[in-house]
């Protein structure tokens, strides 16, 4: 399999584009050709763990690796790190509906699905690739990202990972997730500004010429855990795979037959490994886009023009506060054919403007597949209200606007097929905002209180994880101002 990139031709094999993270024009990498499953692998994964079917797709992307490398990645990612073993288990809430779970591991968020496997990937890629050069791993992150990326690159050798969250923008237990994270090579900082504002800035520091010039004479080089890398987008086509082969084990599904994936997307990698998923032969009739009040893909998917030049709000589901989906680049280097150039005149058109509108081939394109929807805090409130009422079952806030996107479109279109509902982060996370939906009462100032009342409200136990932080040293307070991330970066590299 080999690579290339989304605004101007590349030729890459899997272990560079990993260890790079973006191509050197600052497009994303992405692969020439999609490889299909057949009948009889998707047959044989139907009988596979969750480690089985997660080497089958990774072989069918990574084929530099060898399958005794493979093997170890993956082993070393999923076995004894998530809850009762099961990465990505389906659970039943009726109404043809179905919530894949994806927050049962260590940060309790969809992120450790490809953020525990990604220190493996990336590893072993810069081993193969031979720079002998120690990596430096920059993010930027809306919240569950960093907190994932921590926990995965924490003390791994030869690495280092420096972290941006904005100020104001995450949970309160995100942030203590993020600043109390121990590990010799870490670093962690807020920003004066918002996720975009991070994004940019990262993107920046990239391809900036200084800093590339200072991690070469410090023998380091720059790579990414954001989606942007292939190397976090690839581990999560596996849990759309999987959840496929789970209802064809359970009889919910016949081969072949279709059903809808809902998903809350803020930076578009979640809903866009659906799409690689589908590619591979995974029959998904619509890819519904569910986005909350700062509802930019809602917009593009209905008109053809993506435009951030709109006003940014501060929601209750925080990690979809995003203006900026640089994921999106990877689909329209589909709906594009293959045309970087036009592409990269897009990408030009958002970075000068703010704005680009694509062309009504492409947009026809985009409505046959894709359904897109927003909701409001209110709404998102009442979802989880009512799921809470009717199943007894609890959601966060990201997973409630799909929930409410969900049974929007399916009121708008009477489509009932099956809905797959991409389950993002444990309800603990956002535990303010999910007792706000649940309870009149007066909640308590402390955080951990938060989470002991949520737990005997809906008798359902505390994440380990997030039970654990009480009590944790604070080890990153920093602070600054957007313009001075670069320097931020220089300094703890030094």
Known sequence: MRFTGTRSCADAESAFAIASGLVSDGGLFVPQEFPAFTADEISAMVGMDYCGRAMTVLSKYLTDYSEEELRYCVNGAYKGSFDNDEPAPLADIGKKRKMLELWHGP??????????????????????????????????????TGKAALAGFADVKDTRIVVFYPVDGVSDMQKLQMITQKGQNVSVCAIEGNFDDAQNGVKAIFTDAEMKKFLLDSNMEFSSANSINFGRLVPQIVYYVSAYCDLLKSGELKAGEGFNVVVPTGNFGNILAAVYAKKMGIPVKKFICASNRNNVLTDFIRTGVYDRNRKFYTTESPSMDILISSNLERLLYILCKGDSTQVAKYMDELKNTGRYEITAAMLAELQSEFYG?????????EAIAKIFKERNYLCDTHTAVALSVGDKYREETGDDTLQVIASTASPYKFAAAVLGALTDEKLPEDDFEKLAMLSSLSKTE????????????????SCVAKEAMKEFICRRLS
């Open 107 to 144: 940060t309790c968020a969809f992120k450790d699905l490809a953020l525990q496997l990604l220190p493996y990937l990336l590893t072993t890629a810069m081993k193969k690739t031979g720079t002998g050069r120690e990596a430096v791993i920059l993010v930027a992150t809306s919240g569950d």
């Open 373 to 381: 929807g927003c909701c409001d805090d209110k709404e998102g409130k």
């Open 462 to 477: 505390i994440p380990a994880p997030l039970a654990g932080l009480k009590g944790e040293e604070i080890l990153h307070e």
